[in-house]
Every structure is written in structure tokens, then in C-alpha cells.
């Protein structure tokens, strides 16, 4: 994972006493003798506490003090959540979440801080009116000092929970029913503070990070790792940061696609990036993460039936769409098995609801019916564009890329049988993470 930085053609988160709120005159200098000098997290810091607000700014908490996003130094903390001041003698928070709720839209994207056995909810940076309350009367079954804290929506867990960290203790507390199943995850490490992002789990703990699943605890992959190269902007960590977000005239790719929930993905050499994470920005990680079979780059992906295919030479990858991507037993199998033709592809693309991919070759389109066995080249068309790299159709009709520009057209028919060729369009930073 790649949050502040991008590789390839992108480059492309007290032991507390709650006493009720300070005079805040009477208390004045004290409180400004309590504000430190501001910490750096480049130096490696352990945080108390991180979590995404509705409109998807992450806060890192560190004592009185936090960060705003993944750059720029530290703030005082009730400069972002005012009320807070009123307990500054109290030092730091906990433990935060944003919570995911959808049939409580009242609750729904609301942050909660967690202080000693007091709980906070904030929404729009104001403290709900009745906050703060005890824990046990919003989260029954939940300890006090709790060390960290990340919300499980349902699709990720098995219902709307939020995960709560204590010791080597996890508290799963499911938000319907609000029953508390206790677990021991002995191999991870005590987190001090936890992220889900880009629904991948992440376990913060020292400076560095352990990313498990928040179903078994499971941990893949080579961890901890530090988060100075990933989760924020530190001089000698990382890749160079925005020194490689390239312009967006430099900006081709191998393939895009979008799955049936929404997700949609654009590849370029052995990177993708998720490009409908608007809350969360747009990042860069290397493919084999997410699909961890397909080490050497893409020629073609398209999504059909809660399914991503993968195209590289003559040999096609099949993964289930739901996270974490899982190759389907078989797989990968020749194009000419799956699909009934040779390589090589240049894109491919399947409408939302229709059961034809569309293969491009050269300057040929040949339509396959997924939905038919065997599945035989049904239909072949001219093209009048050459040169085309990459294509996806959305309700706003197809976009076929060639180079750093795209051709719109309503249908597939029209891409096809079209006498008069589009004027391209070119990628902008708000499609891509590039620069003009």
C-alpha cells in the first residue's frame, strides 16, 4: 500500500479523569503551559488515535496535539474539535471511529472519541447534544480504557460492528444487536490505535503498522512495517511524494474497470489506482497486493457477474470482486478456453446489466457472450480508432483511452459503427491523481 506516495506511470489516527469542564479563564495559562511544543511524527510517533471524519480528512491524535491529513505538522486538537478544550487537563484521547450505520442515519458517519469510560460523538466538528455519556450507555458490553477502535461494516465483517482493541483482548460489538463477542489475538501486535482504509485494516502500534483481516485477526504479508513510508509525508521515507505525481498529458493506462459495487480501478505497468475513493483520495499500490497472482502488469480487465477478469497474454485470471480478491479455483486458464480466442487484447469492457464483452484487438471489436456456452465470437466490427489501450462503459456511455486522451461515445454500437470520429478529450487530475 501507497498512501502518500505513487510508483509507475501515476505516480500516479489520557490516562484520563473526567471531572466536568474546566473554567476555561481560571485555567488559561495553565493551558498554554500544557500545550508542548508540537510533536513530529516524522520522528516516529505511537498514536493514540486515528480516524477519517464524514468528509474523509483523517486525523492523527497524539496527545493534545493531531494532524490533519497525511501532510502538514501538528495542530492542537481543539482547534478541529473545540469541546475537547474543555477537557484538555485530560491529555489525549483513547481510541476513535467513525461510525458506519446506515439504518441510523442519525449515528451514521459520526466520530466517537473514547476517554477513560467517558464516550464523545462528534458530527460536523460540534459535539452531539447529551455528550459526553458513560460507554456502557451507547456501548454495552464495552470496557472502559479501551486502547483503539475501527468500525466493520457489513460486506467486511459479518454485520455493521465496530472493532475495539484492549490489551490482546478484541471486543467485536455488533451496532443491531449490540452484543459483544470477546476474542483473543495473541499474534497481533496491542494496537494503540487502529485505520480501516480503503476497507483494508490496519493495526498502529509504536511507529510501525500490522494490516490484519477484522474477521480472523489473520495477518498476510511481511509486517510490521513503518508508518512513516506510507501513512504520511516524512523527508528520507517513502518514494518522494509528490515529486512523482506526474503530469496528467504523461498519464496512459493498461486498463480501468468497475466492479458491481462501484469500485473502479485503473491499471498502468505493475500499479493500480482506485479512482472512486473520493472521501479517501486517490492512491497508488502495486497490483500483486490486491491481486496477488498477477505480478506483471494487466493487457485487459473487465468485471462481469461480481467477478473481475484479468487479461494477461493468452491467459485469463478470475477473481471474486468482494474483498479480499480471491482467485477462483481453476484459474488462470487460456484466453481461448475462456473466451474462445487468441491473443493478443488490447481492452475489453462489459456494459452494467449485459452479458457481452466487448474484446478490442487493433482496431477490430469482437463481442463474446459471457451468458453462452461455449462462448464463441458472436460479432466482429471495424473500429475507427487505433491505437486504443484501455476501455470501460459506465451510465455515461464508453471511453476508450489512447495515450493521455479518451473518446466518448454513448453505446458500443456507436464506438462501432460511428462515421464520424469523437474529438478526444483529455485525462484531467480530477479522473487521475496527475497535475496539469
Not at 116 to 145: A, C, M, R, T
Amino acid at each position: 500500500m501507497q498512501l502518500v506516495t505513487g510508483t509507475g506511470s501515476f505516480n500516479v489516527h489520557l490516562t484520563l479523569t473526567l471531572t466536568g469542564p474546566l473554567d476555561h479563564d481560571h485555567n488559561h495559562h495553565e493551558d498554554q503551559a500544557h500545550h508542548k511544543a508540537n510533536p513530529d511524527r516524522c520522528d516516529g510517533i505511537e498514536f493514540d488515535a486515528i480516524v477519517p471524519d464524514e468528509n474523509g480528512h483523517t486525523f492523527f491524535f497524539k496527545g493534545d496535539h493531531l494532524w490533519n491529513g497525511f501532510k502538514g505538522p501538528a495542530q492542537v486538537s481543539s482547534a478541529f474539535f473545540k469541546e475537547l478544550d474543555n477537557y484538555h487537563h485530560l491529555g489525549h484521547v483513547d481510541a476513535a471511529f467513525r461510525m458506519h450505520n446506515k439504518e441510523k442515519p442519525e449515528k451514521h458517519d459520526h466520530i466517537y472519541f473514547f476517554l477513560d469510560d467517558k464516550v464523545f460523538s462528534y458530527y460536523n466538528h460540534s459535539l452531539e447534544e447529551g455528550y459526553p455519556k458513560d460507554i456502557q450507555l451507547d456501548f454495552p458490553g464495552v470496557p472502559s480504557h479501551v486502547d483503539a477502535a475501527v468500525e466493520c461494516p457489513k460486506g467486511e465483517c459479518n454485520s455493521d460492528s465496530v472493532l475495539f482493541f484492549k490489551g490482546e483482548e478484541v471486543y467485536n460489538y455488533d451496532i443491531a444487536t449490540q452484543s459483544v463477542k470477546e476474542k483473543q489475538w495473541a499474534h497481533l501486535p496491542n494496537c494503540t490505535s487502529a485505520f480501516r482504509w480503503l476497507e483494508q485494516y490496519y493495526c498502529f502500534h509504536g511507529h510501525n503498522f500490522t494490516r490484519f483481516h477484522p474477521v480472523s485477526g489473520e495477518v498476510n504479508g511481511v509486517y510490521p512495517k513503518d508508518s512513516r513510508h506510507y501513512f504520511m509525508s516524512c523527508p528520507n521515507f517513502g518514494h518522494g511524494g509528490e515529486a512523482n505525481v506526474p503530469k496528467c498529458s504523461e498519464v496512459t493506462l493498461d486498463a480501468i474497470t468497475s466492479d458491481d459495487s462501484g469500485k473502479t480501478y485503473a491499471f498502468t505497468g505493475h500499479n493500480y489506482m482506485r479512482l472512486d475513493t473520493h472521501r479517501d483520495g486517490k492512491h497508488t499500490f502495486p497490483i500483486a497486493r490486491t491481486w496477488k497472482e498477477v505480478t506483471n502488469g494487466v493487457d485487459a480487465v473487465f468485471s462481469y457477474s461480481d467477478k473481475i477478469y484479468i487479461i494477461k497474454g493468452d491467459q485469463v485470471y478470475i477473481y471474486k470482486s468482494a474483498a479480499p480478491s480471491t482467485l477462483i479455483e481453476g484459474y488462470p486458464k487460456s484466453l481461448n478456453a475462456e473466451l474462445g480466442i487468441e491473443g493478443p487484447v488490447n481492452a475489453a469492457f462489459v456494459c452494467a446489466d449485459h452479458h457481452i464483452v466487448h474484446i478490442i484487438q487493433g482496431q477490430k471489436m469482437l463481442d463474446i457472450d459471457l451468458s453462452a456456452t461455449p462462448r464463441v465470437v458472436a460479432s466482429e466490427a471495424p473500429l475507427p480508432i487505433s491505437g486504443i489501450e484501455a476501455g470501460m462503459c459506465s451510465r455515461d456511455g464508453v471511453k476508450v483511452y489512447v495515450g493521455s486522451e479518451y473518446y466518448h461515445y454513448e453505446t458500443p454500437r456507436l464506438l462501432a459503427f460511428s462515421k464520424m470520429l469523437q474529438e478526444p478529450k483529455t485525462i484531467t487530475p480530477d479522473m487521475m491523481r496527475c497535475v496539469e
